[in-house]
């Protein structure tokens, strides 16, 4: 599919334009060059894309809406002529007022001049439906699982779609959206690639379910059985108290109630009580030794005595007694000491006796209260309540079994996707291991080598996920390694312009695009370069019979080795614009 015309049914308002084969050139003069920095920007050169793309049917977003219709576009319509790739020539007419609105006319030859009044043979089709119209007009057999508008902005780049080769400015999204179609576009079946995306998507939205689940459930899947342990036990002690409720029967509870008074709480109680008392007169005993006064000698009265009943008192015997009396004390010091750690041993011990004690106690008046209950109806009403509490534990145990199953459920089928992620993954290793991008490859590379003098190469790998990831890269003319690194936006440029061009040249014998506009394409490439480069475009296109639509300001038109400027002959320009006034301007007027 190539362009033979864009026009308008308002020729005072736009350039209408008629292309041809082979190369046709935008030019835009600029005069005043204190305005370079602005956009000549402004003349129309890029904005042409924007309205090739409109005619192309693409849906206008706000911004493009707001400019069709605050622009003082009313009642303009456009109309884009296009040679099939059958030979057939195709109309298209879309209008700004009502730009889900599409006509066609299909012609056997093409039209003389710029014809605005024709016999439409399909008028005012929906959108969508005009492009389902439109893509069995242009009936591609490259890649037909893609509908025509997913390539097209590929041969139509604006500066913005020169930051990367493979992924363009409209791709923002997921890889999703894009990797599938170019893995397809390179000669491969991008179907084994989305299903990987589609697996893994909903591998991920199980794992979600199974987190959202676990928190709200509050389960670890490693306790099902002991889970279902407690569930067995409480199913069975509803199944007794249903019984017993069934024949309003109290005799085996108030018989429970019985042995469990005499023979446990009881005992217990008494038991406790010997602790207690035993505990007590321990404690006074120690208490009472503590406070036991030491005997204590006087010497010096012992002295006064023997010597009233005139006794020798000898001093050693003094000594032996000071000596005797210093042990003691220190004897008893020790003693005490000992005697206080165990009394405060012995009266905590006391008081955890005291606190079992009180507790049984209230246990034998809770179980004593119920024995003494004269009203059956009471009794009935209390087993209820446990029923109740039991089928309550019942229902969470049985809640947390089933999150728990649901819970296996979807560990099981995460495990399935992953396996099924993986056999993907292998898949896509084994198709790129095919090279069915070879010939792509060997023309991407010669484009480059004639124009750079040095190699380039279009590669595909996958990364740590198993996902495609493609690349194109330039030979270093110094160390020869092939690398993206080190060179700017001009090289990526030129990539970029390469790649498209060598997907127009394999698929050429094919019915799928036969255009390419790029827009600035020898912007800040050396002259030499520019020369080659259109001397390249127009062996090419005569070659494989291709339109090129290259846009350019007067400042970077080529200049020979004498630096004068390398003018195009007028047959491949197809529009001239200039800044001298608004005449000059795509669109005859400013905005």
């Given at each position: ?292 006064n030491q005997d204590s000698i006087n010497i010096d009265k012992l002295k006064a005595l023997y010597e009233d009943v005139e006794i020798y ?279």
């Amino acid at each position: 599919m190539k362009f033979c015309k864009i026009y308008s049914n308002l020729d005072n308002q736009f350039h209408n334009i008629e292309f041809h084969d082979g190369l046709n050139v935008v030019l835009a003069e600029i005069t005043d060059k204190s305005k370079t920095e602005k956009d000549t920007h402004n003349l129309g050169k890029t904005l042409l894309i924007s309205i090739i793309d409109f005619l192309l049917l693409k849906n206008i977003n706000q911004k493009f809406k707001f400019f069709l219709t605050k622009g003082g576009f009313e009642k303009q319509l456009f109309f884009a002529e296009l040679q099939l790739n059958n030979g057939r020539y195709l109309i298209i007419q879309r209008g700004v007022d009502n730009p889900t609105k599409i006509s066609f006319k299909i012609n056997e030859y093409k039209l003389d001049g710029f014809q605005t009044q024709l016999n439409w043979d399909e008028e005012n089709l929906p959108l969508d439906k005009a492009k389902e119209k439109l893509n069995e007009y242009l009936d591609f057999d490259v890649i037909p699982s893609w509908p025509y508008r997913k390539p097209i902005t590929y041969f139509l780049r604006t500066q913005n779609d020169f930051r990367d080769v493979f992924k363009l400015d409209k791709f923002k999204g997921r890889d999703k959206d894009w990797k599938p179609f170019m893995f397809d576009l390179l000669g491969f079946d991008g179907t084994v690639i989305l299903q990987k995306y589609d697996l893994e998507d909903e591998r991920n939205d199980l794992e979600k379910r199974l987190e959202t689940l676990q928190q709200e459930a509050d389960i670890n899947i490693e306790e099902r059985d002991k889970i279902q342990g407690l569930l067995d036990i409480k199913t069975d002690d509803k199944n007794k108290i249903e019984e017993k409720i069934d024949k309003f029967n109290f005799y085996e509870k108030d018989k429970a109630i019985n042995k469990e008074l005499v023979e446990e709480i009881d005992s217990r109680i008494q038991l406790l009580n010997t602790k207690r008392y035993s505990l007590s007169v321990e404690i006074k005993k120690i208490e009472n030794s503590l406070s036991a006064n030491q005997d204590s000698i006087n010497i010096d009265k012992l002295k006064a005595l023997y010597e009233d009943v005139e006794i020798y008192f000898p001093d050693k015997l003094v000594n032996d007694y000071k000596m005797l009396l210093d042990f003691n004390k220190s004897i008893t010091a020790e003693r005490n000491k000992v005697l206080r750690d165990n009394l405060k041993e012995v009266k905590k011990e006391f008081e955890g006796v005291t606190k079992e004690l009180k507790k049984f106690e209230a246990k034998k008046e809770e179980l004593l209260s119920y024995l003494t209950e004269r009203d059956s109806y009471s009794k009935f009403k209390e087993i209820q309540k446990q029923l109740a509490k039991n089928e309550a534990d019942i229902i969470r145990l049985e809640n947390k079994l089933k999150a728990i199953d649901n819970t296996s459920v979807f560990v099981r089928e995460i495990e399935v996707k992953e396996k099924e992620i993986d056999k993907k993954i292998k898949e896509i290793h084994v198709l790129i291991i095919e090279q069915k991008h070879s010939e792509i490859r060997r023309i991407f590379n010669s484009i480059i080598e004639q124009i750079l003098n040095t190699n380039a190469l279009i590669s595909i790998k996958q990364n740590k996920q198993g996902n495609v990831e493609f690349e194109a890269n330039i030979q270093n003319p110094a160390d020869l390694n092939i690398t993206a690194e080190g060179y700017g936006m001009t090289y990526r440029k030129l990539l970029c312009m390469a790649f498209d061009l060598s997907l127009l040249v394999y698929y050429s014998k094919k019915s799928f695009y036969r255009f390419v506009y790029h827009d600035g394409a020898l912007e800040a490439l050396d002259d030499r370069k520019k020369v080659k480069f259109l001397n390249f475009i127009r062996k090419i296109c005569s070659d494989y019979k291709l339109q090129y639509i290259l846009t350019l300001i007067d400042s970077d038109l080529p200049k020979d080795e004498n630096n004068n400027i390398i003018n195009f002959p007028d047959n491949e320009v197809c529009l001239k614009l200039h800044d001298r006034d608004d005449s000059g301007k795509l669109f005859k007027k400013s905005f």
